[in-house]
């Protein structure tokens, strides 16, 4: 069963239906289309971000929904633009969905998108993830030196 994507003037998705397998000697996209009056085209339940959930050939970058725009110079359905997120995403091409401009360092602190500015802060208070890793300790994190210490409980 194959799954088709109506598009508005504006390649934006207004309807997916599921139809028939191409497998079954017509051509759907226009069969459908011809019977809407819209264009129509083919979507693959499977694909997200340009990755095949089952291990298959992705098709059109991601599964269509109500909303979504098909851009024809990426052949492919791109997620709407989640404007309440952030102002600062791109559109990365090859997944067809929005990121940040660029990836958080990669140095084990917590970081957060800081909108005013359009950078990666890490946040002050926050603590270093994760914890040193020994079983012996029971790592406490201390904001004043931003750093885990060994909590050193009184047991008196």
Request: proline share 7%; aromatic share 18%; charged share 25%.
């Amino acid at each position: 069963m194959a799954h088709y994507a109506f598009l508005d003037e504006n390649n934006i998705v207004t309807e997916v239906i599921v139809g028939r397998d191409e497998d079954e000697g017509e051509d759907w996209e226009s069969h459908y289309g011809e019977i809407r009056g819209q264009r129509c085209l083919r979507t693959s339940y499977n694909t997200l971000r340009n990755e095949h959930l089952t291990g298959g050939t992705p098709f059109r970058l991601n599964f269509a929904g109500i909303g979504y725009i098909y851009r024809d110079d990426l052949d492919g359905f791109i997620e709407p633009y989640p404007d309440y997120v952030s102002e600062w995403l791109v559109l990365d091409q090859t997944t067809g969905s929005w990121v940040y401009p660029s990836d958080p360092p990669d140095d084990g602190m917590f970081y957060r998108w800081d909108e005013t500015i359009g950078e990666w802060y890490h946040p002050p208070n926050t603590y270093e993830y994760p914890p040193p890793d020994n079983d012996f300790y029971a790592w406490v994190w201390d904001i004043d030196s931003k750093s885990w210490i060994v909590n050193d409980w009184d047991d008196t």
